[in-house]
């Protein structure tokens, strides 16, 4: 079936270090995919949209990219902040299901 | 701005016990969701519905009731409630556009002892 892995389940970084998050997918569908955040006791809350038509989406500093030979998508961020600490999923939209399937999470920490 | 709100926000319940989770959405969208998050799981689908009336199965429904009142209204039933069903609750609504967002609320955590 169709199903998303997030293997990296912590990430600590220093300010301003480069962040990458990596998320391997399987599905025989035509998949969209996201990137969502979750802040500290708050619900998850959508970061980026990537479609395989555009390959690429970005916002609030961060960029989200998608290899359809290897079958994954990452996130990555330039240089981090305190605030960027959160739990971030990756998840997967097969066309025709409005069932969104997610990674496990990455809980990233960064230290002043 | 899309709003999501949950009710309680925290519940303690004893093994056995009878839980009802709220979920309120004030976005008029059709589709509404009740996850479950754990450590090392991620967030997990337990039950969905496209409009009021309907209902439809997730992948961790075991145990799990759920019944969709209104367009605004979602609500979560543990009748029995285990100490297996201690987790993070979410609800979330959406829009029914291939591409459109889920909108999540700020959670319910309950703890079956």
């Known amino acids: 079936g169709d199903s998303v892995i997030q293997m990296q389940g912590q990430v600590t970084l220093s300010e301003n270090d480069f962040l990458f998050i990596n998320c391997t997918y399987s599905?025989?569908?035509?998949?969209?995919l996201f990137w969502y955040v979750q802040y500290s006791g708050e619900g998850p809350q959508l970061l980026l949209q990537v479609t395989t038509a555009n390959n690429k989406g970005s916002s609030r500093g961060f960029e989200a990219t998608y290899d359809k030979g290897t079958t994954s998508f990452h996130l990555q961020k330039t240089s981090v902040q305190e605030i960027d600490s959160a739990v971030y999923y990756c998840?997967?939209?097969?066309?025709?299901?409005?069932?969104?399937?997610f990674g496990s999470g990455t809980q990233l920490t960064v230290m002043p | 701005e899309a709003a999501v709100t949950q009710s309680p926000r925290n519940k303690v319940t004893v093994t056995g016990g009878n839980v009802t989770l709220s979920c309120r959405q004030t976005?008029?969208?059709?589709?509404m969701y009740w996850y479950r998050q754990d450590t090392g799981h991620g967030l997990r689908l337990i039950h969905y519905?496209?409009?009021?009336?309907?209902?439809q199965i997730g992948d961790v429904p075991d145990g799990y009731k759920a019944t969709r009142t209104t367009q605004e209204d979602f609500f979560l039933l543990l009748e029995l409630a285990s100490p297996s069903q201690t987790s993070l609750y979410f609800c979330a609504s959406s829009a029914p556009g291939y591409q459109d967002t889920q909108y999540f609320g700020p959670g319910t955590r309950l703890l079956v002892l």
């Open positions: 976005n008029s969208h059709n589709y």
């Open positions: 519905s496209y409009g009021a009336g309907n209902l």
């Open positions: 998840a997967m939209r097969v066309s025709g299901s409005w069932q969104l399937i």
């Open positions: 599905t025989t569908g035509y998949p969209t």
